[in-house]
Structure formats: C-alpha cells, structure tokens
C-alpha cells in the first residue's frame, strides 16, 4: 500500500504515517503461538497492510482475574512470534489507560486521524465477538478481517455478529480495499489452517 505524509512518533513506540494501512491485532496472546503469527501475516499480506500491530491486553476480561501471565511475559512471547517486516508489538493498552477495544481503537484514531486502521482476528474470537463491551460500536469505527481457524468457520460465519452484520460482509477478493471501506464492513478470509491454540499449549505447559 502507499504510504505517504510524515511519520509521527508515538510513545506507544509506534511510527505511523497518514496514509498508512494498519491491522490493529489484540489479544492476551497466552502464550503467543503459530497460530497467531499465521493470523498476522495473513492479513498483513492479503489486506495489502503497511503495519500489523500486535496489541497485547492488558488482560482478558472474559476470562477470571489473574489467570493469565504477566504482561510482559506476553509481550515478550508476542516479539518471539511476530518477527519480520510490518510486524509491530506495542502494550499500547496500557500506556494509553485503556482496557477494552473500543476504547482503545477510539484513542489510537483520534491520535492517527489519517491512518486506516482495521481490526485483525481469528475465526475462533468472532464467535465470542458479541460478548465483548460495546461490539456493535467497534464494528462502527473500524472494519474488522476475519481469518479463518481449524473448526470455527460455522461458528463465527452463523455467529451473533455474523447473523447481525451480514449484509456488512464484502467478498474475499475485496480484501485489499477493506482498510478504505466506510463501517461497518468486514470479511471473512479462508486461508491454509495453523492448529495451534493458546488453550492447548497452556493444559501442555
């Protein structure tokens, strides 16, 4: 994707250029496996991206408090998998003082007005999509990619959220114009399947 205008630093460590096309990637990432780095590099590539941008939260709150690692440990386990070009990891969640989506997405675009952002995630976190603190309003702000994983395409496509935005979804082969698409908008991208989860490498820990 082009990218032009001057780069303006971020504390978050991030360097953002109006124009840019960046995937917002968030989760607990615990811990970060191949199946997450397949999500990332999927879009990056198919959505024609500048950036994906690993958020790592600071913590889940569908799942109990204190269940998860330690922040860092997360962020550390994020860098390990998202090596190579356009892959950023950022704790922006908590630098910027917030805990969920919406209002991290409404911070980072009201710092980057001209920067398009979409939210990147996997099949298996649509399906719980309509659980999360103000779903509706996120998929209003930014457009949302779906990649798919190993026995969730029903399950995310016949979701609440897949039921609700159904007229909302463009066809795989608009994929590269998904970051330029007025929300609500998403898409749903099948790709050669990774089935790794952080669930399994926890109970084999």
């Not at 704790?91 to 003082?97: M, N, S, T």
């Amino acid at each position: 994707a082009a990218v032009t205008g001057r780069l303006v630093p971020l504390r978050l460590g991030l360097h953002l250029a109006a124009g840019m096309r960046v995937g917002l990637y968030g989760g607990s990432f615990d811990p970060a496996h191949g199946g997450h780095r397949h999500v990332a590099r999927t879009a990056l590539r198919r959505l024609g991206l500048d950036r994906v941008v690993w958020l790592v939260s600071l913590a889940n709150p569908l799942k109990a408090p204190g269940s998860s690692q330690s922040l860092e440990r997360r962020r550390l386990g994020a860098a390990r998998q998202a090596r190579g070009p356009g892959m950023v990891v950022s704790d922006a969640e908590r630098r910027l003082g917030s805990r969920y989506t919406i209002d991290t997405v409404r911070r980072l675009k009201a710092r980057f007005p001209t920067v398009r952002f979409v939210w990147i995630m996997g099949a298996d976190n649509l399906a719980d999509f309509h659980r999360w603190k103000a779903w509706t309003r996120i998929l209003a702000e930014l457009p949302l990619a779906v990649i798919a994983r190993p026995g969730f395409m029903a399950k995310s496509l016949f979701s609440p959220m897949g039921r609700r935005f159904a007229q909302a979804r463009l066809p795989a082969g608009a994929a590269r114009r998904l970051a330029l698409a007025k929300p609500p908008a998403w898409i749903y991208l099948a790709a050669p399947l990774d089935p790794a989860s952080s669930t399994a490498l926890r109970v084999c820990a």
